[in-house]
C-alpha cells in the first residue's frame, strides 16, 4: 500500500486499508452484459447514465457492449468523459449560467455534445455561447412527467420550444427527454408499469404532435435501472439511459420483479469495505461513517446478514446483533449502500477484486463534479 492508499493487484482483500470502495469484477462485467443483450434484444439503443461511476473506464467498457455513447449530469462529467475519450456525451440535464454554457459549448469542437432545455430563455443563452465557439450542439426538449420535476409539459408548449430550437442557429433538434425518476422507485411491479405506461402515452402524444408540425424526432431518451425494459419493450422510447445497474445498491434491490419476487435482474457489485476498529458489550464500530457511504436515503446493508447498521459518526458506523455474533475486532464486512451514486462520489479510486485478489484500480474521473 501507499500513503495515498491505493493497493497494488494481488493483493487480497483481507489486507486492503479501509475504508474502500471495491467492486466485484465478475459481478460488474455480467451487469454490463445483461444491459447490454436487454438493449439489443429489445432493439433500442443503449446510453448509460456515468453519474453512477464516474469512471472513464467503465464506460469504454459499456462503449466496448454497443452503448451509442454516455448520459452525464453535470459539465464536468461531460468534460472528464471528452477528456477521456469518451466523444459521444448526452447532458440530461438543463445548464445553466454563461460560464457553465461557455465551457459546454468549447467541448462541442472536440465530441458530439447533447443537452436538454425546458426554458426559452435557457434556449437563447444556449444558442448565444454555441456561435460564438463555433461549435454545434444537439439539443433534447425535456418533457416533464408525471412527477413533475424539470421540463415543459407535453402537448403545445412542448412543440412550441421545439419550433424555437429549430430556428435557432447553431442548434440541432434531436429529440425528445423523457425520464420518470419516481417511476423507478415504485416497488411493486405493476404500478410501476402503470406508472411508466401513463408517462409512455405523454410521450407518444409529443411525438405525434412533432410529426403533425413538420418536426423529425429522431430520438426519445429516458427509462432507468428500475423500468428499462418497461421503456425498451414500448416501441416509443428509442434510447435507455440506466446508471445504477453496473453496480445496484439496497434501493434498487426492494423493488420486486413482475412476479412478486425481488428484482433480480443485476447482481450487486459495489460495496464499501470496513473494518472492526471497537467492540463493546451488544454493538461492534466499523471505520466507516458519514465520510465513507451515503447516508441520505438510509442506511447501509451488511453484506450476508448477522449484524444491523445502526448509527453512524464522521468516521465511525455502529453495528448491532441480528441473528449471530457480532464480528471481532479487526474483522472485515462488506457495506452495501442504500444508494451507490453519492457513495461513489467519496472516493478517488475503485478497487477492482476478482475471487477476493485486487485485479484492477480505477480512477473516479469524474468525482465530486
Not at 423500468?227 to 420486486?256: C, H
Not at 460495496?271 to 457511504?293: E, F, H, N
Not at 457495506?335 to 484500480?361: A, F, K, S, W
Amino acid at each position: 500500500m501507499t500513503r495515498a492508499g491505493l493497493p497494488s493487484r494481488g493483493l487480497r482483500e483481507a489486507d486492503l486499508d479501509t475504508p474502500a470502495l471495491v467492486v466485484d469484477l465478475d459481478s460488474l462485467e455480467r451487469n454490463l452484459d445483461r444491459m447490454a443483450e436487454a438493449a439489443l434484444t429489445a432493439d433500442v439503443a443503449l446510453r448509460p447514465h456515468v453519474k453512477t461511476h464516474k469512471c472513464v473506464t467503465i464506460a469504454r467498457m459499456q462503449l466496448e457492449r454497443g452503448a451509442v455513447g454516455v448520459c452525464v449530469q453535470t459539465v464536468s462529467e461531460a468534460e472528464a468523459m471528452v477528456e477521456g475519450g469518451i466523444l459521444d456525451v448526452f447532458v440530461a440535464n438543463e445548464v445553466v449560467g454563461a460560464g457553465k454554457l461557455r465551457r459546454l459549448a468549447r467541448l462541442a469542437r472536440e465530441a458530439t455534445v447533447t443537452v436538454c432545455v425546458d426554458d426559452p430563455g435557457n434556449l437563447d443563452d444556449l444558442g448565444r455561447a454555441v456561435r460564438r465557439a463555433g461549435s454545434s450542439v444537439g439539443v433534447m426538449v425535456e418533457m416533464n412527467t408525471a412527477e413533475n420535476r424539470a421540463g415543459v409539459p407535453p402537448g403545445e408548449p412542448f412543440l412550441q420550444l421545439a419550433q424555437r430550437v429549430e430556428s435557432t442557429p447553431s442548434l440541432r433538434f434531436v429529440g425528445l427527454q423523457a425520464y420518470n425518476g419516481v417511476a423507478q422507485h415504485i416497488r411493486d411491479h405493476p404500478s410501476r408499469r402503470a406508472a411508466t405506461e401513463r408517462n409512455t402515452a405523454l410521450v407518444q402524444e409529443s411525438v405525434d404532435l412533432l410529426a403533425r408540425n413538420g418536426i423529425r424526432c429522431e430520438v426519445v431518451s429516458g427509462g432507468g435501472t428500475g423500468t428499462y425494459d418497461l421503456e425498451a419493450a414500448s416501441k416509443v422510447y428509442s434510447e435507455i439511459q440506466p446508471g445504477t445497474y453496473v453496480f445496484m445498491d439496497a434501493d434498487y434491490l426492494a423493488n420486486r420483479d413482475r412476479f412478486g419476487g425481488p428484482f433480480r435482474d443485476f447482481d450487486v457489485s459495489l460495496y464499501v469495505l470496513a473494518t472492526v476498529m471497537s467492540r463493546r458489550p451488544g454493538i461492534a464500530i466499523v471505520d466507516a461513517g458519514l465520510k465513507a457511504i451515503s447516508l441520505g436515503n438510509g442506511l447501509p446493508v451488511v453484506q450476508g446478514g448477522g449484524a444491523l447498521y445502526k448509527r453512524f459518526a464522521d468516521e465511525h458506523g455502529v453495528l448491532a446483533p441480528a441473528d449471530r455474533p457480532l464480528p471481532d475486532l479487526g474483522h472485515q464486512v462488506r457495506l452495501m449502500p442504500v444508494n451507490c451514486d453519492p457513495t461513489v462520489n467519496l472516493y478517488d479510486h475503485l478497487v477492482g477484486l476478482r475471487n477476493g485478489v485486487v485485479e484492477e484500480v480505477w480512477a473516479v474521473d469524474a468525482r465530486g463534479y
